[in-house]
C-alpha cells in the first residue's frame, strides 16, 4: 500500500477517534445522570494481526469513554472490553478499518 493511501486512513482514523469520543462523552454523561448503567465484558475479535496495530486499537477503545480495554490476546486477535452498557460490536470499535488500513 502506499504512502498516501496510509496518510488517508490515519487522516480518517482520528476523525472517527475524536467522533466516537466525543459521542461516547455526551452518552456516559447522560447515563451518570440517569443511573441508566449495566456494565458488561465482551470479548471482541478483531481482524488486525500485528501486534501494533492491536495495541492502537485497545488504547483508542480505552480513550473512548464508557470502554475500557481489560486485556489483549495477540496471538488469538481477542480484545477483552468492559462497557458501562451493552453494546454491539461495531459501536466498540468503529475505528478498526482505519487502524488496518494505516498499518497492515
Known amino acids: 500500500?502506499?504512502?498516501?493511501?496510509?496518510?488517508?486512513?490515519?487522516?480518517?482514523?482520528?476523525?472517527?477517534?475524536?467522533?466516537a469520543i466525543l459521542r461516547s462523552a455526551f452518552d456516559v454523561a447522560l447515563r451518570t445522570v440517569n443511573g441508566k448503567v449495566e456494565p458488561v465484558v465482551v470479548e471482541i475479535e478483531t481482524v488486525l494481526k500485528r501486534p501494533v496495530s492491536q495495541t492502537i486499537l485497545a488504547n483508542s477503545i480505552t480513550l473512548t469513554p464508557g470502554?475500557?480495554?481489560?486485556?489483549?490476546d495477540?496471538?488469538?486477535?481477542?480484545?477483552?472490553?468492559?462497557?458501562?452498557?451493552?453494546?454491539?460490536?461495531?459501536?466498540?470499535?468503529p475505528f478498526e478499518p482505519y487502524i488496518k488500513g494505516m498499518l497492515e
Open 1 to 19: 500500500m502506499n504512502v498516501v493511501m496510509r496518510i488517508f486512513y490515519f487522516i480518517a482514523y482520528f476523525i472517527v477517534l475524536v467522533i
Open 67 to 72: 470502554t475500557l480495554s481489560i486485556d489483549l
Open 74 to 93: 495477540s496471538e488469538n486477535c481477542i480484545i477483552k472490553v468492559a462497557t458501562i452498557v451493552p453494546r454491539e460490536r461495531d459501536d466498540i470499535i
